[in-house]
């Protein structure tokens, strides 16, 4: 019997008792406990929980399950395996034990021509958990089995729970007696491999709060109702009737298995016996690689792309699996290609959706095997290194951390690197490389229970459905005003009659025109106003569980009560930019696929006013042109006028209309099609404009990963995307002025800027290049002989620059001291430079000065010096300098320049009382009879009488004939604006010579040459 003919009659045999079909939910169901569908009863369990009211008494199905818990034991049994699928019926406060057991007895044993199974019922063991004497009795007194065919065990064997908090109970297994080739008989506590199971009836009656591992967990109490659910493995079932010894080797399997054996040249089963335990190496590698490919191709059917992490990383680790037993079994080439097809051909029978996804799976799945084919090269150039480092150190053993880094980082497998090192004559440390896979195994374990949470108390959301007596009614579709009643209020998580202005409430309606949270769109805002006058806000709007909407609000003003009439308003213009970008998101996924093709699904969206994100199956970067077509297409149809309309159909007669559904999402049997004109199909509860012209313009920001295989695109609709484009519009403008060209020139200018700029850049260095290769070339040249050995000296140009600690600043960068008033204190380099007559205590400042501080401050540049000299505020210094200079002494009448130097040059002094300038040449009285150096002479235009600081005559000596070469004397010829400067040209005169700490000038000309002669080291100045 095939498998799908074995699926037929289940969904037949239970249809006909009064069970609901019910489709299989995608393994990617929304739960936070788990990555994946792991049990046939998982699409029920709020309904087991009392979180949701089942809509049927009786159920069943026949669910796709993965379960990756045992993936080291693929291919080694006869049960177990990745992907495998759940024959399932259930009942819902409906039948129990005794109805659970008669149902399951009559199906596996009415023979194959009257719809059954036909199994032989003396082949037939149940077990039962001690102490279950209900079960047993059952079994005993009302099926008719013997007390030696009904085994008692523990909670090991005859306990199910799902591993996280949720519903559990007692069970009882079916076991099926294959025969003595098998193994030895006594029943499945002795052997179950002979005796294997493949039904399990789970008597769902208790809640686990904590569970902390198969026998450890905390019971809370009863469940709401007891049910019942029951799992029949499929390829167990299908392995019995088919007479094969394991499920590898049913109709829906085994053809990739042969496949792969005829690809690597092995002749399966030939040198292995019945029990799966007595397999060959080669026929467990066969093995893996039929139920890894089959469960990839499952797991990309329902939209898993392969990652490092959560669902992804389960995806890769089978494919590679799957690629590195080929490889192990001789299979060089990509292997994917070959595979895949064949076990299209088998499961499509029972999902044809596999076939209209086919070019995303494929895709998908070739990209990955090409990534590991690479990843083994790097990986074997990795170990062959570890390895030559092991020879070489003498050691026979490659140590476990570089084995488990191999594995862990670079993803080479385990059994790759120990093949590969026995071919070199190594062996591995695999104690050392399992003790560290078991650390890292603890730590995801760690991690995974820290990310479980247990499911929520929705006991009082429950209570509140109740006293509703129904679904909430969403009128939102047609209306943004709608009159309701208050039928529950909760404040701080509690139920509470009434709330009062100030308080944080959670509010339900008995009807609302909001839309609650869903889809990837955002909830609505907006007021209620209750019939006594109160106003409440609503802030967010969640559905808890199926069936009830809640309102979260804050009380404005007024007190509002329960059994309350309420006028519930819609933010209207919340609402419209929403429905309008939710519409553009559905736009945006059909031009995508258009333009990249089927495989480009959605991966999920976010819709806000004004604005939305739209996550996509993609292998690589969209490239801008994808950008524009798609972006242009949007707002070519949106020009059209299409009229976007909703309908509510079954889910058959939507697939039929070619409509879209999205991985993971929960359908009822009714779905809701959003058309976009007859262009755009897609199942949607969401709400929407009324035409494409409502939207007014889409624009897309732009794209990017957020993940392996996933895209992102965000854009903005509408007024927002008006605004967006007219700040892009100023951009060019401000652009285009800059650079003198028309919008349309900005790319080719900008990047002939750019191109040019990195030209520079390259000449530089190579400029800087090729001077240091000259210098070096020179150096050798200059080489001599002093005192026996070789000196050879380098100018190395501008010393680097110094942080002076005392004028903090940096002399060779030429920055102005910033604490000029203290310049001048004993020891500063101003008061050291002040005068030439003051040799020794320059010396001895210099000798006590910190090391770090700086001899010289070099000249400022020519612009530093005309902003300090033409400056409004520089000048105005200069006129009170000036003032001060020439002020009349107590009592004179006259203040002319003459009578001025003349009261100086007859000792006229300072007004008593007003301190001299800082860093100011004190003034000297001529002595009588000597002429002032350089008082005008016989004949000048002006008065005479001029001390040393007169400039009204010419000037002669040393700084005069500086002058006259254009060269400034010194601090005393600068402008009186610069004084404290450093106005000398070239860099600072003084380099830090340190020795025993002092710091001292640098010797001069004479000196340096005596060094170099080798007359003698200079000596601290």
């Not at 700029?757 to 001077?771: F, G, N, S, V, Y």
Request: aromatic share 6%; charged share 25%; glycine share 12%.
């Amino acid at each position: 019997m095939e498998t799908a003919e074995i699926r037929r009659r289940w969904l037949e045999f239970f249809g006909s008792r009064e069970h609901t079909v019910v489709p299989s939910a995608s393994l990617l169901l929304d739960d936070p406990n788990l990555l994946f569908v792991n049990a046939g009863m998982v699409p029920f369990k709020p309904y087991f929980l009392g979180q949701e009211t089942p809509p049927w008494p009786r159920a069943t199905s026949v669910q796709k399950v993965v379960r990756t818990q045992d993936i080291e034991e693929v291919g080694k049994t006869s049960r177990h395996g990745t992907f495998f699928q759940m024959n399932g019926n259930f009942s819902f406060g409906d039948y129990f034990k005794e109805g659970a057991i008669a149902l399951a007895w009559e199906l596996v044993t009415t023979p194959q021509d009257r719809g059954g199974f036909g199994l032989d019922p003396e082949r037939i063991w149940p077990t039962v958990l001690d102490g279950d004497d209900e079960a047993f009795g059952i079994w005993h007194e009302q099926v008719g089995i013997p007390v030696e065919r009904i085994v008692r065990r523990g909670l090991a064997d005859n306990y199910w729970h799902m591993g996280v908090p949720g519903p559990g109970g007692p069970c009882s297994e079916i076991f099926y007696d294959r025969g003595a080739e098998y193994g030895p008989d006594g029943g499945p506590a002795v052997d179950e491999d002979r005796f294997m199971e493949f039904w399990n009836l789970v008597f769902m009656q208790e809640n686990l709060t904590e569970v902390r591992s198969k026998v450890d967990f905390d019971v809370s109490g009863p469940l709401p109702r007891k049910n019942i659910d029951t799992g029949m493995g499929l390829e167990r079932i299908a392995s019995i009737l088919q007479g094969v010894d394991n499920m590898y080797e049913i109709d829906e399997v085994y053809p990739v298995l042969a496949r792969a054996a005829e690809m690597t040249g092995k002749d399966y089963g030939t040198r292995s016996g019945h029990s799966a335990g007595s397999s060959h190496p080669d026929d467990v590698r066969l093995r893996v690689v039929a139920d890894h490919v089959r469960s990839s191709l499952m797991l990309i059917g329902d939209g898993v792309t392969p990652g490092n992490e959560g669902r992804g990383y389960v995806l890769r680790r089978m494919l590679r699996r799957s690629v590195r037993a080929m490889r192990l079994l001789g299979y060089e080439d990509p292997c994917l290609p070959e595979l895949l097809p064949v076990s299209l051909e088998r499961m499509e029978q029972s999902y044809p959706e596999l076939r209209t996804d086919w070019d995303r799976i494929s895709q998908t799945a070739y990209a990955e095997e090409e990534a590991f084919r690479r990843t083994l090269a790097s990986g074997t150039t990795i170990l062959d290194t570890a390895v030559a480092r092991t020879k070489a150190s003498g050691g026979g053993v490659l140590a476990g951390d570089q084995a488990f880094q191999l594995h862990d980082t670079y993803g080479f497998p385990i059994d790759l690197t120990l093949e590969m090192a026995a071919e070199q004559g190594l062996e591995v440390d695999r104690e050392g490389f399992a003790r560290l896979m078991g650390e890292q195994r603890d730590r995801a374990r760690s991690d995974a229970r820290s990310k479980k949470t247990a499911h929520g108390d929705t006991s009082v959301y429950r209570a509140l459905a109740d006293g509703v007596g129904g679904p909430v009614e969403f009128t939102g579709y047609h209306e943004v005003v709608s009159e309701a009643r208050v039928s529950g209020l909760l404040l701080d998580g509690a139920p509470v009659s009434s709330a009062v202005a100030g308080q944080d409430v959670e509010l339900v309606l008995d009807r609302t025109p909001f839309y609650a949270e869903g889809g990837g769109q955002l909830a609505d805002g907006g007021l209620l106003r209750l019939g006594s006058g109160a106003l409440v806000e609503v802030r967010d709007v969640q559905s808890p569980i199926t069936g009830l909407v809640v309102h979260k609000a804050t009380v404005v003003e007024g007190e509002v009560a329960t059994g309350e009439t309420a006028l519930a308003e819609v933010d209207i213009e919340r609402r419209r930019s929403i429905s309008r970008a939710h519409t553009a998101t559905h736009m945006v996924h059909k031009a995508i696929r258009e333009a990249l093709g089927e495989t480009a699904t959605q991966a999920g969206s976010e819709n806000s006013p004004g604005r939305f994100r739209f996550d996509f199956h993609a292998s690589s970067a969209l490239p801008p042109s994808v950008m524009r077509d798609v972006e242009s297409r949007v707002n070519a149809l949106l020009l059209e006028d299409l009229a976007v309309r909703a309908d509510v159909m079954t889910q058959q007669q939507a697939r039929d209309a070619g409509a879209m559904a999205l991985f993971g999402e929960k359908y009822g049997d009714a779905v809701r099609v959003i058309s976009v004109g007859d262009w755009a199909r897609e199942l949607c509860g969401g709400t929407h404009a009324e035409r494409t012209t409502q939207l007014g313009l889409v624009t897309l920001l732009g794209e990017a990963s957020i993940g392996s295989g996933v895209r992102r695109v965000e854009a903005l609709v509408g007024s927002d995307a008006f605004s967006f484009l007219a700040r892009e519009r100023a951009i060019v403008g401000q652009l285009t002025e800059l650079l003198k060209g028309r919008p349309e020139e900005l790319p080719e200018r900008v990047g002939g800027l750019v191109t040019r700029l990195k030209d520079a850049e390259r000449d530089l260095d190579r400029l800087r290049k090729e001077q240091l290769q000259a210098a070096a070339g020179s150096l050798t040249d200059g080489a001599r002989d002093v005192g026996g050995v070789t000196f050879l000296a380098h100018d190395a140009g501008r010393p680097a620059p110094t942080t002076c600690a005392r004028w903090s600043s940096t002399c060779a960068a030429g920055s102005v001291p910033t604490d000029r008033a203290s310049s001048s204190s004993p020891g500063s380099p101003r008061a050291v430079r002040s005068s030439s007559s003051r040799r020794t205590s320059r010396r001895a400042a210099a000798a006590s000065r910190p090391a770090s501080w700086c001899a010289w401050p070099p000249r400022p540049s020519a612009a530093a010096v005309a902003a300090r000299t033409t400056s409004p505020r520089a000048v105005a210094r200069t006129r009170r300098r000036s003032a001060r200079r020439w002020r009349p002494s107590s009592g004179a009448s006259g203040s002319s320049p003459a009578d001025a130097g003349a009261r100086r040059g007859s000792g006229t002094r300072r007004p008593a009382g007003r301190r001299r300038r800082v860093g100011a040449r004190r003034r000297r009285p001529q002595r009588p009879g000597r002429r002032a150096r350089h008082a005008p002479r016989d004949g000048a235009p002006h008065g005479g009488g001029a001390g040393r600081r007169g400039r009204r005559g010419p000037r002669t000596g040393r700084g005069a004939r500086a002058r006259a070469r254009g060269r400034p004397r010194g601090r005393r010829a600068a402008p009186l604006a610069l004084r404290g400067a450093g106005t000398r040209s070239g860099p600072c005169p003084h380099v830090c010579f340190r020795a025993g700490g002092a710091h001292r000038p640098r010797p001069g000309p004479a000196r340096r040459r005596a060094a170099l002669d080798g007359r003698g080291a200079p000596r601290a100045p």
